[in-house]
């Protein structure tokens, strides 16, 4: 394993190199993409943008162009399946649904019948009454969601949103930990402490630490309030009113930004990337991409082709399909992001009336979170399908409605029948789904070697939509600003003075 003081020092000395050799302006660089996921369509897109109509663009995939954003069908109706929800200040996924005449088609997403459940049974229950729930949440937990509201506006969201400026101003950081920083030190340190310290000294309740961001994180990120302080924050930020979807099904975004880019689509798994040798001694990098076709002659399915620049738009460490990175001076394994396994499990059918003490199935909510850690499943949420109001929806009828749980691991049959009852569909689908949001964790550089880029380094940050077009727009203007020696973008921690200088609140 790499120590991150070498790695640094292996970033800084390739950029010296670059300083003093910088491309051609006129000369177009061959770029490959490896995955099709959002990261990937997105990075495909923004390079298009970048470089111009001329660029070799090819995106491998290995399975299906959405990756994560994926829908499944369940009785003739598509749902969700992993990413669902767009929050309302996710300034590129706004503004993606409205280039591709996508906004009038936002559903949207506002949980109306919440549940808080722990090991002794419910712990808290919204009412269908809005004046109601507010006063039973005010009752529970005091001002404590007025305290969050404030701290995420100011503490959070205000800070997190100049990244927008500096994307807008088109420039780029080498690393996670300098874009963090970038943002504002206080961010970078959220990912150093466990979400309940930082609650603590926001001044949240342990109540409300022990319960709603318990709950927030094991259904966002099937983990606890030990998690770091920043994707907790994200993972709050996701409980709150006013989200959104695509109708149709997120993954549409994704084959949308994928065809705007006109890039080439390879449906092929990327086995390696060599890097190549520099036998003349020019200082230029190139790199091989090997990769086995997925729909090929198996006799005949291995191929490879040569990038100037190659942009890794997949989790290294969280992926099925592992990449070997060959003949580099040193080992390429300085990724350490364990990925959570993540079980979705979708259930037509009725909730367990005597697990949950009910007298009627309308009295479950229609999103149950859990709080206790050692509870076998995480959430359990009634699904609307992407396409609401498409023939008879299995909707309302919480008789025969398709429900979402949330687990760790896959479970037993007798866990199963715990919590439903009359069940005439079952699927499992197991996602890599995110890192293990350690806190004080490495944060991965967005550059791996010179002109190889590393979109997924944000996920150590938070795994979200928006934040990983925030990470493939950053890494086609890294890909970008060093391909033209425009190293005056690159790094900068501060704003110009006389656009807005942020310094430390
Ligand atoms: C269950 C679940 C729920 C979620 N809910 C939300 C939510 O509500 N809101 C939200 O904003 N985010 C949510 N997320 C997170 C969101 O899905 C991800 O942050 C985002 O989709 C990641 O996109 P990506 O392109 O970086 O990665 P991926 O979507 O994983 O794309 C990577 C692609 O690369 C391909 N690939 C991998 N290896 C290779 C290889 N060797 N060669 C070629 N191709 C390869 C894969 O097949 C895949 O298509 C959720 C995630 C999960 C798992």
């Known amino acids: 394993m790499w120590s991150w003081s070498l790695w640094s020092l292996l970033l800084a000395l390739l950029f010296l190199h670059k300083v003093y050799s910088t491309q051609d302006d006129d000369t177009l660089p061959r770029i490959a993409v490896i995955g099709a996921g959002l990261g990937g369509a997105s990075s495909a897109y923004f390079l298009r943008q970048l470089f111009g109509k001329e660029v070799q663009i090819d995106v491998f995939e290995a399975n299906r162009v959405g990756g994560r954003a994926a829908v499944i069908n369940i009785d003739g109706q598509d749902y969700e399946a992993g990413a669902s929800i767009i929050h309302k200040k996710n300034r590129y996924m706004a503004e993606f649904a409205s280039q591709f005449n996508k906004s009038d088609d936002r559903l949207s997403h506002s949980a109306s019948f919440i549940g808080l459940y722990g090991n002794s049974g419910m712990v808290f229950q919204t009412s269908d009454w809005q004046a109601v729930s507010l006063a039973k949440l005010l009752w529970r937990y005091g001002f404590d969601l007025y305290t969050l509201r404030e701290w995420t506006k100011h503490s959070l969201i205000s800070?997190?949103?100049?990244?927008?400026?500096?994307?807008?101003?088109?420039?780029?950081?080498?690393?996670?930990?300098?874009?963090?920083?970038?943002?504002?030190?206080?961010?970078?340190?959220?990912?150093?402490?466990?979400?309940?310290?930082?609650?603590?000294?926001?001044?949240?309740?342990?109540?409300?630490?022990?319960?709603?961001?318990?709950?927030?994180?094991?259904?966002?990120?099937?983990?606890?309030?030990?998690?770091?302080?920043?994707v907790g924050a994200v993972s709050l930020i996701g409980a709150e009113s006013d989200l959104w979807s695509v109708r149709g099904g997120n993954k549409q975004i994704v084959e949308l930004l994928l065809k705007e880019s006109k890039a080439s689509l390879i449906e092929a798994?990327?086995?390696?990337?060599?890097?190549?040798?520099?036998?003349?001694?020019?200082?230029?990098?190139?790199?091989?991409?090997?990769?086995?076709?997925?729909?090929?002659?198996?006799?005949?399915?291995?191929?490879?082709?040569?990038?100037?620049?190659?942009?890794?738009?997949?989790?290294?460490?969280?992926?099925?399909?592992?990449?070997?990175?060959?003949?580099?001076?040193?080992?390429?394994?300085?990724?350490?992001?364990?990925?959570?396994?993540?079980?979705?499990?979708?259930?037509?059918?009725?909730?367990?009336?005597?697990?949950?003490?009910?007298?009627?199935?309308?009295?479950?909510?229609?999103?149950?979170?859990?709080?206790?850690?050692?509870?076998f499943f995480n959430s359990i949420g009634k699904l609307s399908s992407v396409n609401p109001g498409s023939r008879s929806?299995?909707?309302?009828?919480?008789?025969?409605?398709?429900?979402?749980?949330?687990?760790?691991?896959?479970?037993?049959?007798?866990?199963?029948?715990?919590?439903?009852?009359?069940?005439?569909?079952?699927?499992?689908?197991?996602?890599?789904?995110?890192?293990?949001?350690?806190?004080?964790?490495?944060?991965?550089?967005?550059?791996?070697?010179?002109?190889?880029?590393?979109?997924?380094?944000?996920?150590?940050?938070?795994?979200?939509?928006?934040?990983?077009?925030?990470?493939?727009?950053?890494?086609?203007?890294?890909?970008?600003?060093?391909?033209?020696?425009?190293?005056?973008?690159?790094?900068?921690?501060?704003?110009?003075?006389?656009?807005?200088?942020?310094?430390?609140?």
């Open 159 to 230: 800070k997190f949103e100049r990244i927008y400026e500096f994307q807008d101003r088109g420039m780029a950081f080498t690393t996670l930990e300098d874009m963090l920083r970038a943002m504002s030190d206080s961010i970078l340190n959220m990912t150093r402490h466990s979400l309940q310290d930082v609650l603590r000294d926001a001044g949240l309740s342990q109540r409300f630490i022990d319960e709603l961001a318990m709950a927030a994180l094991r259904n966002n990120y099937g983990q606890t309030t030990s998690a770091h302080g920043f």
């Open 269 to 375: 798994k990327v086995t390696s990337v060599i890097l190549m040798k520099d036998e003349l001694g020019t200082g230029s990098i190139a790199y091989e991409v090997e990769y086995e076709k997925t729909h090929a002659d198996p006799n005949n399915n291995i191929s490879s082709r040569e990038y100037d620049i190659v942009v890794v738009a997949t989790p290294v460490s969280g992926t099925k399909h592992r990449i070997s990175f060959i003949d580099f001076p040193n080992p390429m394994t300085p990724f350490v992001q364990d990925y959570h396994t993540t079980i979705a499990m979708f259930v037509q059918g009725r909730i367990n009336s005597t697990t949950f003490k009910l007298s009627h199935q309308d009295e479950f909510p229609t999103d149950l979170f859990t709080v206790s850690p050692d509870l």
């Open 393 to 505: 929806e299995a909707t309302g009828q919480k008789e025969s409605a398709v429900w979402k749980t949330f687990l760790n691991k896959v479970p037993t049959e007798e866990q199963i029948n715990q919590l439903f009852e009359n069940r005439s569909d079952l699927r499992l689908v197991d996602w890599l789904a995110y890192p293990e949001y350690r806190p004080g964790n490495d944060l991965p550089p967005f550059m791996l070697y010179d002109r190889l880029y590393y979109v997924n380094a944000i996920e150590s940050a938070a795994a979200a939509m928006e934040i990983s077009v925030i990470g493939a727009k950053n890494v086609a203007l890294l890909a970008f600003n060093q391909w033209h020696g425009h190293f005056d973008k690159i790094d900068e921690l501060h704003l110009e003075i006389g656009e807005e200088v942020h310094a430390e609140l």
